[in-house]
């Protein structure tokens, strides 16, 4: 069906209200074609996409039709009574969302539990599990850009959708071809608003988690500087971060308040150094010890700290992520391990993170990219190990499972009290860093994507990994590659014997070239950008005298590295 034809079916429904029908009729030919030209997709997270009127848009048609093809899949699969919780963040249009969302499903005779307000996302997660629901949405597009929305919906286990559910919720949804399929009509009686009661639950979890009460104690005047970039952050983490006994917390003012258009950044993302600026600049001012930033949604975090030369230094997620699982297994180590623990991380993570659960000789798992497959596998495990924590690249890490998604609310609860206790070692978190790295080995990693536009974009994006696929490189930066892990095939070849095996890991379009000197290049489309990413991982040995001019020849290695694929 063209865009006018799909407009016109719009335009003919009772369910279309009068200011969306004005809007339609005003759209020029290429606004109409825009919005109309395919339905918005609903992929195995759920939606995304730019707000608006249209079958392509985010609004509260698509979000109703999504919500009816949930719910019916929710109904089909559950006996009894069924119950969903609905939380939003602080994006434009996002609680409008939620509540046409919360409507829909009570229409449909499912019990919400609706949060009153904006709340970060790990507490959605939370919340499923603590209030045993059959499932659960948020509405948020993340950190995209402001005039991104989004929905992601999660199953029982508070993890978002995976088989067969995944693919499951995306037929129904399918088959909702009208919107006239959509029941919007509200049943108040099975709506109840949810706010304080959960948020002590969840805090109390999150406190539960921490492993060093004496050096928070001994470090309770620690310079901590927060900025939540307009989002839900601002709700729960300056709050739990008193609670636990930190008293000298410094909230970014000019980012504080919950703003959808995010007015002080270009993109509200902490892996950007941007969207970092104003809280390296209250960090300066005050000397403070510790900085750290959420995104809209508060599941990802960026932390910066001072360097051997007394200056601020972002930390990549890698980096970040390093030294909470070193901090974890470091503090599980004094307790007392049971032998059943492990760590998890994706595939296209920092392998230092494997290096050091070797050493403290504890299980690593590898899942494929996104938090739904590390909690999967953490619910494959549940009664035979124990999951002490993981996360990936892009600034997402999980403390406990108790939350199946990655938390920012509690990743700064540890990453607050790691560095009181690296200071009540008479270190910073920064030597601690680089004490890591004089034990393992300097890795360095670094990504770079290739935006693909439009069709003729992910047209490209196909025929480049074809190309690396049919025709791999034969030696990267001057080392020969010895392996090719190819996961969409389910194979590991050796590139010398031209044996292979195969891979326990589910398949995904994901390619990694691994070289005799450990380094190793992985390259995957993007699941939710118009995206080729590449991710590099390079490492020196573990003796290195001078911390920049070591790290300063990965960098080089990664420039070659680039060269050598063409980018």
Aim: with cysteine; charged share 25%.
């Amino acid at each position: 069906m063209n865009a006018q034809l799909k407009a016109e079916e719009w335009l003919r429904s009772a369910s279309l209200d009068e200011e969306s029908r004005q809007e339609i009729t005003r759209m020029a030919e290429s606004d109409l074609e825009e919005a109309f030209y395919k339905n918005l997709e609903f992929g195995t997270g759920g939606l995304r996409g730019i707000m608006g009127v249209g079958s392509n848009r985010i609004n509260k048609y698509t979000i109703g039709m999504a919500t009816q093809g949930f719910a019916n899949y929710l109904k089909e699969s559950n006996q009894g009574k069924i119950s969903v919780a609905v939380a939003h963040d602080s994006r434009n249009n996002s609680k409008a969302l939620a509540k046409i969302t919360a409507e829909v499903f009570s229409a449909n005779g499912i019990n919400v539990y609706l949060f009153e307000d904006l709340r970060p996302t790990p507490e959605l997660s939370f919340a499923i599990r603590h209030l045993k629901c059959a499932g659960g949405v948020v509405l948020t597009a993340s950190h995209n850009p402001r005039e991104y929305n989004g929905y992601k919906a999660y199953w029982s286990d508070g993890a978002q959708l995976i088989t067969p559910h995944d693919t499951n919720v995306i037929d129904h949804v399918n088959e909702i071809s009208s919107l006239d399929d959509v029941d919007f009509s509200p049943n108040p009686d099975l709506i109840e608003l949810v706010g304080e009661r959960l948020d002590q639950a969840y805090l109390e979890m999150i406190k539960g988690l921490t492993l060093s009460s004496k050096s928070i104690k001994n470090q309770k005047d620690l310079k901590i500087v927060f900025s939540p970039i307009h989002g839900t952050g601002i709700t729960l983490i300056p709050r739990v971060l008193n609670e636990l006994g930190f008293e000298n917390v410094h909230i970014v003012e000019e980012q504080s308040n919950p703003d959808g258009n995010f007015p002080t950044v270009v993109y509200p993302n902490p892996e950007e150094e941007e969207a970092m600026t104003l809280a390296l600049q209250k960090a300066k001012e005050i000397n403070a010890d510790l900085v750290m930033a959420t995104d809209p949604d508060s599941d990802r975090v960026g932390i910066a700290l001072k360097n051997s030369k007394g200056e601020y230094q972002l930390l990549n997620g890698n980096q970040t992520g390093v030294l909470i699982v070193y901090y974890l297994l470091k503090k599980w180590e004094e307790a007392g391990f049971n032998g059943d623990e492990f760590i998890v991380k994706t595939i296209v993570t920092t392998e230092l993170i494997k290096d050091i659960a070797d050493d403290f000789k504890i299980n690593c798992y590898d899942t494929l990219t996104g938090f739904k497959h590390i909690a999967a596998l953490i619910a494959k495990l549940e009664g035979k190990e124990t999951f002490i924590g993981g996360g990936e690249e892009s600034y997402g890490y999980m403390i406990g499972d108790k939350v199946r998604d990655k938390d920012a609310v509690a990743s700064c609860v540890i990453i607050a009290e790691m560095t009181a206790w690296a200071i009540d070692q008479g270190k910073s978190l920064f030597d601690i860093l680089l004490d890591i790295y004089q034990k393992y080995g300097l890795y360095h990693e670094a990504l770079k994507s290739v935006v693909k536009k439009g069709m003729s974009g992910a047209e490209e994006i196909q025929e480049m990994m074809k190309q690396f696929r049919e025709n791999p490189p034969k030696n990267l930066a001057g080392s020969e590659v010895k392996s090719i892990v190819d996961y969409q095939l389910g194979v590991k070849r050796n590139m010398r014997s031209g044996s292979s095996e195969n891979l326990t890991i589910p398949q995904s379009n994901v390619l990694q070239y691994e070289t005799q000197d450990g380094t190793k290049v992985s390259v995957r489309p993007s699941g939710t950008e118009p995206k080729i990413k590449f991710y590099f991982s390079v490492k020196s040995d573990t003796e290195w005298s001078d911390y920049d001019s070591a790290l300063e020849k990965l960098k080089n290695k990664v420039h070659k590295l680039l060269v050598d694929l063409g980018l």
